[in-house]
């Protein structure tokens, strides 16, 4: 049975930092492109997409985060990992591990709120 398991989601002020992990449990996640996304509030069922690392390592960011989020593996722990600094309120939500390949795996996701 596949799992992925986020955590480090929670309530951090503006300009702050979070670090989100999602540990695999049945899948190689070096064999996957590990993606996070993001659903905000009041966006219905809309996830945006916010960093995809491919099988061979490259990142790739959303205009929205780029320059503030860090996509990374870890191969020891069998996880994809973001770093997010200098966060807005606007980065408020709740936070998509997935892992896409032949097949697509999600995670049950973290929140993540930014407000003073």
């Known amino acids: 049975q596949v799992q992925l398991v986020e955590s480090g989601g929670g309530l951090v002020q503006p300009g702050g930092s979070l670090r989100l992990s999602c540990a695999a449990s049945?899948?190689?996640?070096?064999?996957?492109?590990g993606r996070w996304y993001r659903q905000a509030p009041g966006t219905g069922n809309e996830r945006e997409l916010v960093?995809?690392?491919?099988?061979?390592?490259?990142?790739i960011y959303a205009d929205s985060v780029k320059g503030r989020f860090t996509i990374s593996k870890d191969n020891a722990k069998n996880s994809v990992n973001l770093q997010m600094n200098s966060l807005k309120p606007e980065d408020t939500a709740v936070y998509y591990c997935?892992?896409?390949?032949?097949?697509?795996?999600w995670g049950q996701g973290t929140r993540v709120t930014v407000s003073s």
């Open positions: 997935n892992a896409m390949g032949s097949t697509s795996y």
């Open positions: 960093a995809t690392i491919s099988s061979e390592g490259i990142p």
């Open positions: 049945g899948i190689i996640f070096d064999h996957y492109e």
